[in-house]
């Protein structure tokens, strides 16, 4: 007799068990998360200067690229990224139990990273060099897949924008 399939594949449906939705897989800190603080901090005087270049869609470019530098410049200062490379949560209690359509599985990496490194001591002509690449040390492996209410798959239709998708662990879901 054969075994139900428990593996979760794009295209299925799934009922939500554990609703922590992945936000992003990566460091701990991003200049993007240092946006809030700039609006806050120089959100005036940003209107003052570009107030007499409202109508211009240039000067809006401009002035987004200037916030996205001084997020940048404040997350530099506050030594942003790190080793560690970790999953990013959002628990989304009203989330359990719904059920959702999955429209891609990922695999990511977290760990430790740990840089390449050289030895010059040993190297030879016949030995070559000791050398060794870098990599991420205590590396776990985690499926995510996004899920969405829109059931784009049977239709052939991909959503433009992939942050419309929520993503979470597939340990999370349960095949219907």
């Known amino acids: 007799m054969k075994k139900p399939d428990k593996i979760i594949r794009e295209g299925d449906r799934v009922r939500v068990i554990n609703p922590v939705f992945v936000t992003r897989v990566g460091y701990p800190k991003q200049p993007s998360d240092y946006a809030g603080l700039v609006t806050v901090a120089h959100g005036a005087a940003l209107e003052a200067i570009f107030k007499p270049y409202?109508?211009?869609?240039?000067?809006?470019?401009?002035?987004?690229?200037?916030?996205?530098?001084?997020?940048?410049?404040?997350?530099?200062?506050?030594?942003?990224?790190?080793?560690?490379?970790?999953?990013?949560?959002?628990v989304v209690p009203d989330r359990k139990g719904a059920e959702l359509n999955v429209g891609k599985v990922v695999t990511r990496k977290t760990g430790t990273y740990y840089p390449p490194s050289i030895s010059y001591k040993y190297i030879s002509y016949d030995q070559g060099d000791d050398w060794a690449p870098g990599g991420l040390a205590d590396e776990k492996t985690h499926r995510l897949a996004s899920v969405s209410n829109l059931k784009y798959l049977n239709y052939g239709i991909y959503p433009m924008n992939a942050k419309l998708d929520l993503w979470i662990e597939v340990e999370n879901l349960e095949k219907l």
Request: hydrophobic share 30%.
């Open 54 to 90: 409202a109508d211009s869609g240039k000067a809006k470019r401009i002035r987004k690229r200037l916030e996205q530098d001084l997020a940048y410049l404040q997350a530099r200062d506050d030594n942003f990224g790190g080793r560690e490379r970790t999953l990013h949560f959002l």
